[in-house]
């Protein structure tokens, strides 16, 4: 059975790249949405667009998939515009979900920041949300509505998400590499970087799965750095001195918004359910510099 696709976000980094992957599925219909098209904070043109989009499914005789890669993301600015924050994180796919239910599968995407980031050991897929930012407690809102929903769902974890699109840290270090003598980057806060081309495959694979999915996962590329360690491999890789990366603590580079200290995500259930195991966040690096920044 073909499918159709619904991409939210399909103009950020994420979306962007589940387009790329989905443009290689000759067999199914795909449909990408921005903000211009889908407008996260106005329930009623989200409930009409998705019940018109599944029409269009249903004619077709698909089944229907909606991943959900459309967020708020602006973290520090979520803490001063946590309305707007709650209705695209927190809202909005709930709104999905409910549209979904008996009608489609849906895989939203979600953070590491529902979780307090004091742990020592990976967050299991069960462990308590414990947002201490704005940005994590819309995303937490979010995961709840979905789960409320009695859809077809499964919420995705992730964590240090990079890409070709838009703003992110490996895009920062090698600007800065070009602009400045020294670098200084955290070295208290530990996650696992994550190309969100390796990302946007693994949604597909999740999506496309014939049998029911679980209710929550992680995805992150495997490993552990912190943001110091990833600075230095980006200098690595584009031929900079990494010494020139200097470590200093959160404390010296203080934000609006607290970032957790342990973003690292378990990736046992994901593996469990069968689906392909992530790679080595080292491995994914190597590749996403010289595919997506020509490295």
């Known amino acids: 059975m ?29 449909t990408g949405w921005g903000r211009a ?32 890669a459309a967020a708020y993301t602006d973290v520090d600015g979520a803490e001063s515009d946590e309305a707007t924050a709650a209705l695209v994180n927190g809202a909005a796919p709930g709104w999905l979900a409910e549209e979904l239910a008996g009608a489609g599968r849906l895989v939203h995407l979600s953070t590491d920041y529902v979780f307090d980031g004091r742990a020592t050991e990976p967050y ?38 990079y890409g070709r699109t838009g703003g992110n840290f490996v ?24 190309w969100s081309a390796d990302l946007a495959a693994a949604l597909v694979a999740l999506g496309s799965r014939p049998d029911a999915t679980p209710p929550v996962l992680h995805y992150t590329n495997s490993g552990v750095a912190s943001w110091y360690d990833v600075a230095r491999a980006v200098f690595e890789e584009i031929g900079a001195d990494p010494a020139r990366v200097l470590p200093t603590t959160s404390a ?14 378990d990736l046992t259930a994901w593996t469990a359910a069968g689906l392909p195991a992530p ?12 595919v997506n920044f020509g490295y």
Do not use: C, F
């Open 2 to 30: 073909s499918i159709s696709w619904l991409v939210t976000g399909a103009r950020g980094q994420v979306g962007s790249d589940l387009l790329r992957v989905l443009s290689g599925r000759a067999d199914d219909d795909v």
């Open 124 to 161: 299991d897929v069960g462990a308590a949300p414990a947002p201490r930012s704005a940005y994590g407690r819309t995303k937490a809102a979010g995961e709840r509505a979905v789960a409320a929903a009695g859809a077809d769902a499964t919420t995705v974890r992730t964590a240090w998400v």
């Open 279 to 290: 790679r080595p966040w080292r491995t994914a690096l190597h590749e996403a510099m010289r």
């Open 37 to 68: 098209e889908l407008d996260l904070t106005d329930e009623r043109r989200v409930r009409a667009a998705v019940r018109g989009w599944l029409a269009g499914a249903g004619a077709r005789g698909d089944d229907a998939v909606v991943v959900n």
């Open 171 to 194: 895009k920062t270090m090698i600007r800065l590499a070009a602009e400045r003598p020294t670098v200084s980057v955290v070295d208290d806060q530990v996650g696992a970087p994550t």
């Open 252 to 265: 010296q580079m203080a934000r609006p918004a607290p970032r957790p200290a342990y973003s690292v995500l």
